[in-house]
């Protein structure tokens, strides 16, 4: 576990998140050596889907998309080229998944925020999807990695070809005017570690880059009244990273950023298996799991799945039933860390904002976001209203790209400014 960070210096009332993540930590001393093994086998029950798989997330983003998203392949068309000539483009540069917005035509590229390298050579294997698909099941010599996983810049040179590789996929190097870029990134990562994701940005190829922080962008993808005299909540979970925030006059006022996501609930649920069948499940299985079992209050459809492992004794794969019952118990913990994220950031909102957020509700957005029932818990343990916003994981990308389309308007929402 990554110890925590000090305080960003750009807001400060930051330090505060420190309380939060020690907690959170303990949560996350569930995860163990199970995902080196990886997984011997998906789930195989597939009455148990409740929530649609991302990729047809991703699909519904780009049919949503104002302004509607290109088909992928004419991106590499002279047209396609010429379109993205110089335009600016915003990044989400997310614990799990990256998503790339370019001005005019919406979100261009979602995929996941992994790496695969040659430990010999250092060379990139594969980015994005395809290397998602080899974690876990590497040959030796090749190492798939997740560069931001823990909500922190954990391995910067990682971090810096990924996004320079996913910025010229949809870029190309054939442009003659060099776009602005605006990026999001974790609201804990350090100013050291925000100047090493603008360096990327630079070294990609941008004339101007911006850094807007997570919740921030997230408030304004879910269409929250960021700038008026009104207090409005967002919960971002993400991958390794629930970003809570209240936000008014276009400024965060009060913020979170626990340690805790959607990578906890994945290793609790590994914990889960091994400690009471005495099984092994790679990550990716885990997450599966918890898409199609997880929950985080009782639901009228509780269904079943069986699951494949490897057994830790024989060493042979063998396959379990699980219930939504016992996942929504083994998920307990991370699960209540998220809540007292979020009551511990309306115990420190001023009173006028909390008003505002028992009236207005409080905003899900990420896609953890996702996870059955996780509203319906959070009304009950908070008496406010929730809403998840519409296509919680593209709402980050959705945010950002608003800078960049209404670029001045925006402007005092971004970080920082100029390069030097
Ligand atoms: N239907 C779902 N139910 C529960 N969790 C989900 C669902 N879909 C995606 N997730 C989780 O959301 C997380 C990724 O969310 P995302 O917002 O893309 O993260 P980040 O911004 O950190 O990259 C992953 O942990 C993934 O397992
Ligand atoms: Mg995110």
Redesign the pocket.
């Known amino acids: 576990m990554t110890p925590p960070r000090p305080a960003d210096s750009s807001a400060s009332d930051r330090s505060e998140t420190d309380v939060s993540i020690d907690r959170v930590s303990v949560v996350g001393s569930a995860r163990d050596e199970a995902g080196s093994h990886e997984q011997q086998g998906e789930p195989e029950g597939r009455s148990g889907r409740r929530?649609?798989?991302?990729s047809s997330?991703a699909r519904r983003r780009e049919e949503q998309a104002v302004p509607v998203s290109q088909p992928a392949e004419s991106k590499w068309s002279i047209s396609g080229a010429l379109a993205a000539l110089g335009r600016d483009m915003a990044v989400?540069l997310?614990?799990?998944?990256?998503l790339v917005y370019i001005k005019g035509r919406g979100v261009v590229l979602d995929e996941p925020?992994v790496v695969a390298l040659d430990q010999r050579t250092g060379a990139i294997v594969a980015v994005g999807t395809a290397a998602k698909q080899m974690l876990g099941r590497t040959p030796d010599g090749i190492v798939a990695i997740r560069p931001?996983k823990n909500?922190v810049v954990s391995d910067f040179e990682t971090t810096e070809r990924m996004l320079r590789y996913f910025i010229q996929k949809v870029h190309g190097r054939r442009t003659l005017a060099k776009p602005r870029l605006v990026i999001c990134v974790?609201s804990g990562i350090t100013a050291v570690e925000q100047r090493a994701v603008k360096d990327a940005g630079y070294a990609a190829g941008a004339r101007r880059v911006f850094v807007i922080e997570?919740p921030m962008a997230a408030a304004i993808g879910a269409g929250l009244p960021v700038h008026d005299a009104e207090g409005s909540m967002v919960v971002?979970?993400?991958?390794?990273?629930t970003e809570v925030a209240v936000i008014s006059l276009g400024g965060i006022v009060t913020s979170i950023s626990a340690r805790v996501?959607?990578?906890q609930?994945?290793d609790a649920i590994v914990h889960h298996v091994k400690k009471e069948y005495s099984l092994l499940l790679g990550e990716r299985t885990a997450?599966d799991i918890?898409?199609r079992l997880?929950s985080a209050f009782p639901t009228r459809n509780e269904p079943q799945a069986q699951v494949r492992g490897r057994d830790l004794i024989s060493g042979l794969p063998r396959t379990v039933v699980l219930t939504s019952e016992e996942i929504r118990r083994a998920l307990h913990d991370p699960v209540t860390a998220i809540v007292d994220a979020v009551r511990t950031t309306l115990d420190r909102t001023p009173p006028e904002l909390a008003g505002d957020v028992m009236d207005s509700g409080i905003a899900l957005?990420?896609?953890?976001a996702?996870?059955?029932g996780l509203d319906e818990r959070l009304r009950h343990e908070t008496g406010m209203p929730v809403q998840v916003a519409q296509d919680?994981?593209g709402c980050?990308a959705l945010g950002t790209g608003r800078c960049v389309e209404d670029f001045e308007a925006l402007k005092p929402v971004l970080l920082a400014e100029s390069r030097y």
């Open positions: 929530n649609p798989p991302r997330r989400d997310g614990t799990a998944n990256t925020s931001l909500g974790p997570e971002d979970i993400g991958g390794g990273t996501g959607g990578d609930l994945d997450e918890k898409i997880g957005t990420g896609g953890g996702l996870l059955t919680p994981a980050v």
